[in-house]
């Protein structure tokens, strides 16, 4: 089962939709986002992106919607197969899927026993287990600190080195009892969370395709078009942050010859939206989801 989107309501309503508008959802997953867009649209059309095969059951029977079974890197790419070049609005949410995390067998969840996958994409070949098993140390250490902000990532990926030494690493319950070894008990569920996190991220290369996903928005969306962003961790929630900001993922405004500010976007909303309590009190993984909304100048 998919799960109910996060912020669902105030993200649909930060797009602004026009009735005959063209629209990007670029995380289909369930459809929860595209279903309440199309309510919303008389005539026009909705683009929806999912790299994940499991996505493709939940397509609507609408001849507005158009399903594009790939990565959002590709989005100007796949625009244009489709004949389009710019639209009114985009909107991305960042966050695994419940269907995701309770999918035993995907290995996303620190709950269940299973392989160390973590593939969004089925067809890929790089998977957790690969990472765990072959990558030397300084790579695993950059990963656990850059990915999972986790100070202990030397004495994390020192441990995962010697003891793949005498046996090849393969499940979820292995790398949580490596986990359990370094880390104190009375939050190891966060810290299993942090490990998990930053070995998805570099599974998927989660940081890359948001950095080329938002550089291609500025050229995509129309003049008064909306980019509607739902981040999950810090490290997301910066990039996009900086990027509507500067126009850039470092934060740098930069100016012309006569001082003024060379940017694209304004904010809409001047802190991130999150949700209440009723909403995380119904969905716990809500706790940590911040919404931006720019508009394209």
Same mark, same amino acid.
Do not use: W
């Given at each position: 089962?998919?799960?109910?989107?996060?912020?669902?309501?105030?993200?649909?309503?930060?797009?602004?939709?026009?009735?005959?508008?063209?629209?990007?959802?670029?995380?289909?997953?369930?459809?929860?986002?595209?279903?309440?867009?199309?309510?919303?649209?008389?005539?026009?059309?909705?683009?929806?992106?999912?790299?994940?095969?499991?996505?493709?059951?939940?397509?609507?029977?609408?001849?507005?919607?158009?399903?594009?079974?790939?990565?959002?890197?590709?989005?100007?790419?796949?625009?244009?197969?489709?004949?389009?070049?710019?639209?009114?609005?985009?909107?991305?949410?960042?966050?695994?899927?419940?269907?995701?995390?309770?999918?035993?067998?995907?290995?996303?969840?620190?709950?269940?026993?299973?392989?160390?996958?973590?593939?969004?994409?089925?067809?890929?070949?790089?998977?957790?287990?690969?990472?765990?098993?072959?990558?030397?140390?300084?790579?695993?250490?950059? *990963?656990?600190? /850059?990915?999972? =902000? +986790? !100070?202990?990532?030397? %004495?994390?990926?020192?441990?995962?080195?010697? #003891?793949? &030494?005498?046996?090849?690493?393969?499940?979820?319950?292995?790398?949580?009892?490596?986990?359990?070894?370094?880390?104190?008990?009375?939050?190891?569920?966060?810290?299993?969370?942090?490990?998990?996190?930053?070995?998805?991220?570099?599974?998927?290369?989660?940081?890359?395709?948001?950095?080329?996903?938002?550089?291609?928005?500025?050229?995509?969306?129309?003049?008064?078009?909306?980019?509607?962003?739902?981040?999950?961790?810090?490290?997301?929630?910066?990039?996009?942050?900086?990027?509507?900001?500067?126009?850039?993922?470092?934060?740098?405004?930069?100016?012309?010859?006569?001082?003024?500010?060379?940017?694209?976007?304004?904010?809409?909303?001047?802190?991130? *939206?999150?949700? /209440?309590?009723? =909403? +995380? !009190?119904?969905?716990? %993984?809500?706790?940590?989801?911040?919404?931006? #909304?720019? &508009?394209?100048?």
């Amino acid at each position: 089962m998919y799960h109910n989107p996060v912020l669902l309501n105030q993200s649909v309503d930060g797009l602004a939709i026009k009735p005959n508008g063209i629209y990007v959802d670029v995380t289909f997953g369930g459809g929860g986002h595209s279903r309440l867009i199309l309510e919303k649209m008389d005539g026009g059309k909705l683009i929806a992106f999912d790299q994940d095969a499991d996505s493709l059951n939940n397509v609507p029977d609408d001849e507005r919607f158009i399903m594009v079974n790939q990565n959002f890197r590709f989005l100007k790419n796949f625009l244009k197969l489709h004949g389009y070049e710019k639209v009114d609005g985009i909107l991305a949410d960042l966050g695994v899927s419940s269907h995701q995390f309770d999918k035993a067998e995907r290995g996303f969840s620190t709950r269940f026993e299973a392989d160390l996958d973590m593939r969004m994409n089925q067809k890929q070949t790089l998977t957790a287990e690969e990472i765990i098993n072959s990558y030397s140390q300084e790579e695993l250490i950059r *990963i656990f600190n /850059d990915y999972g =902000e +986790i !100070k202990s990532s030397y %004495r994390l990926a020192n441990s995962i080195c010697e #003891i793949r &030494e005498s046996g090849h690493i393969k499940t979820t319950s292995q790398l949580n009892k490596i986990i359990g070894e370094i880390f104190p008990p009375t939050r190891i569920n966060k810290f299993q969370a942090m490990v998990f996190q930053a070995l998805r991220i570099e599974v998927n290369n989660e940081m890359d395709v948001l950095k080329s996903f938002l550089e291609q928005i500025t050229t995509t969306l129309n003049p008064g078009g909306r980019l509607v962003v739902i981040s999950y961790h810090s490290l997301e929630d910066r990039l996009v942050k900086n990027f509507i900001r500067s126009g850039n993922f470092k934060g740098e405004i930069e100016k012309d010859f006569f001082g003024q500010h060379l940017v694209d976007f304004k904010s809409i909303s001047r802190k991130p *939206i999150i949700p /209440d309590e009723a =909403e +995380i !009190k119904a969905n716990s %993984r809500a706790r940590s989801a911040k919404l931006r #909304i720019a &508009e394209k100048l």
